[in-house]
């Protein structure tokens, strides 16, 4: 009685692909980590708080770490274990490992301490109910896995052609694990400075990223939509705005990028204005005119900041243009040359790698702006706006990782996961924190997340022991390299 078509063997090619495709589901969050570093915001509040009132909203908090156990981190470790010992995929194996080592960075960035080296072996050896190993202990890991998967990849090995990311090229994929290292390595600046000194030659060594060529993009289309843009043109239409610090810092710098980003529906009294302006083409997305959102309001106390901004209604502020970078099929971008850049930019200036700091400043900039070409609708940036704002905005001596990390903010624009990570690490950019508390008790902003009920459940002891010795399971509580 054994049905004839069920699956008893899956293709590794194909988990690291799924992996690959869910990672982009969700991976800007906008309850949490593009709304804690003040990039968008929303009022409305319910089912969908999060960091717009500073609420630990347990329906929400969980999503990454339930969707990265369930599917992302099976999917990779049984992919793994089926390749380990196979020397004609030994491309995969190692392309499967980079991706599980970025996937889990996310992740622990995301809560701190989680299980790690016993995750995903349920089917393999049994294990049910896996420790919980320290931060630590676990970028101790990622380090390893990124240094060592990324040089044994080898172009006279297999080749992965349904790679949904390069195709198979192994070059692309080197600088990608090598570009993941030097992230990872970074991460480390502020609780082991010699450390992460080692493994940023190491990965400049192994060979960065040269180019947005090398860009780790997920390309999208009406089969296969962007989460993000069908939520903002779906049942979260009109439901998030520009926020006031994001938009007045790009305005103040003329940033010619605030005229990609944001759109304004002026004079719109109601959702449907929105809707019907934006179906008549009539959104303006002239930087003159953008006014962000401010934070520490909901719908029902937003009026008076409404009226002092001289506004028809809080839908009249700045969001995101829902026809280009909200748009469904616009592709979602997960490891870019620019942000590399800019880690590479900032090692230089501490003397951990060598080169021009100013050049790779500059180089980041310009292939941020540039890469916003990849969105559909007008989004290309004459060179003569790149040129005139890197002329105007130069790596100035003694501010330099304050600007290398405030152009991170902008260059990692709904990114969520990766931004709020650099925010807590590099402290940049300085903008004011939400002042709504609500369970905030210790710090001015959201610094982890709250593991899922879940866990509380189905791996209750080994979470305690997780909680006793990271701190409680709250908004405030720092996640291991996050110090003061």
Same mark, same amino acid.
Do not use: C
């Given at each position: 009685n054994t049905n004839p078509i069920r699956l008893t063997s899956i293709d590794p090619a194909?988990? %690291?692909? &799924? @992996? /690959?495709?869910?990672? $982009?589901v969700g991976y800007g969050d906008l309850t949490y980590p593009v709304?804690?570093? =003040? !990039?968008?915001i929303t009022p409305f509040t319910g089912v969908g708080s999060g960091a717009n009132i500073n609420d630990d909203n347990r329906g929400q908090t969980g999503s990454l770490w339930n969707s990265a156990y369930q599917g992302r981190i099976k999917n990779l470790t049984d992919g /793994?274990?089926?390749? +380990?010992d196979d020397p004609d995929k030994s491309n995969l194996y190692n392309m499967l490992r980079i991706w599980r080592a970025h996937t889990f960075m996310v992740v622990t960035d995301t809560y701190g301490d989680l299980p790690y080296f016993g995750a995903g072996l349920g089917f393999i050896d049994g294990t049910a109910f896996p420790e919980f190993d320290t931060q630590e202990s676990v970028y101790n890991d990622i380090l390893n896995e990124l240094e060592s998967a990324s040089a044994a990849l080898s172009s006279s090995n297999d080749v992965v052609s349904q790679d949904v990311l390069y195709g198979g090229d192994i070059a692309k994929w080197k600088r990608l694990g090598n570009s993941l290292l030097l992230r990872a390595a970074m991460r480390l600046s502020k609780v082991d400075a010699t450390k992460a000194q080692t493994f940023v030659a190491k990965a400049v060594?192994?060979?960065?990223?040269? *180019?947005?060529?090398?860009?780790?993009? %997920?390309?999208?289309?009406?089969?296969? =939509?962007?989460s993000m843009g069908t939520n903002l043109n779906g049942g979260q239409d009109g439901f998030y705005y520009l926020d006031v610090e994001? #938009?007045?810092? %790009? +305005? &103040?710098?003329?940033?010619?990028? %605030?005229?990609?980003? @944001?759109?304004?529906? #002026? $004079?719109?009294?109601?959702?449907?204005? !929105? +809707?019907?302006?934006?179906? @008549?083409g009539l959104g303006d997305s002239s930087p003159e005119v953008q006014i962000g959102m401010p934070q520490g309001f909901d719908v029902s106390s937003i009026a008076p900041a409404v009226e002092e901004d001289g506004l028809a209604s809080l839908y009249d502020y700045s969001t995101l243009d829902k026809t280009r970078m909200g748009n469904a099929e616009a592709p979602s971008f997960l490891v870019t040359y620019s942000l590399t850049q800019l880690l590479l930019a900032e090692a230089i200036v501490r003397g951990?790698?060598? $080169?021009?700091?100013? @050049?790779?400043? +500059?180089?980041a900039i310009e292939a941020h702006m540039e890469q916003l070409s990849d969105y559909p609708g007008n989004t290309t940036i004459a060179q003569s706006d790149i040129d005139d704002y890197v002329i105007a905005h130069p790596l100035t001596a003694g *501010?330099? /990782?304050e600007l290398i990390n405030t152009q991170y903010w902008v260059s990692s624009f709904i990114m969520g996961n990766e931004a709020w990570a650099n925010f807590r690490r590099s402290g940049f950019p300085v903008v004011a924190p939400n002042p709504l508390r609500s369970s905030l008790t210790t710090e001015d902003f959201i610094r982890r997340l709250t593991y899922p009920d879940g866990e509380f459940v189905v791996n209750q002891s080994n979470i305690a022991v997780a909680i006793s010795r990271q701190g409680a399971d709250v908004l405030d509580t720092r996640v291991w390299w996050d110090v003061k």
């Open positions: 194909f988990q %690291l692909n &799924t @992996a /690959i495709v869910d990672f $982009g709304t804690i570093i =003040r !990039q968008m /793994i274990n089926s390749t +380990k060594a192994g060979g960065l990223m040269q *180019s947005n060529d090398d860009n780790a993009v %997920l390309r999208h289309n009406a089969n296969f =939509r962007n994001f #938009v007045n810092y %790009l +305005k &103040t710098n003329n940033d010619p990028r %605030l005229s990609v980003f @944001a759109v304004r529906y #002026v $004079g719109a009294a109601s959702n449907n204005d !929105q +809707k019907d302006q934006n179906s @008549a951990w790698a060598t $080169g021009d700091a100013s @050049a790779a400043y +500059k180089s *501010s330099e /990782i």
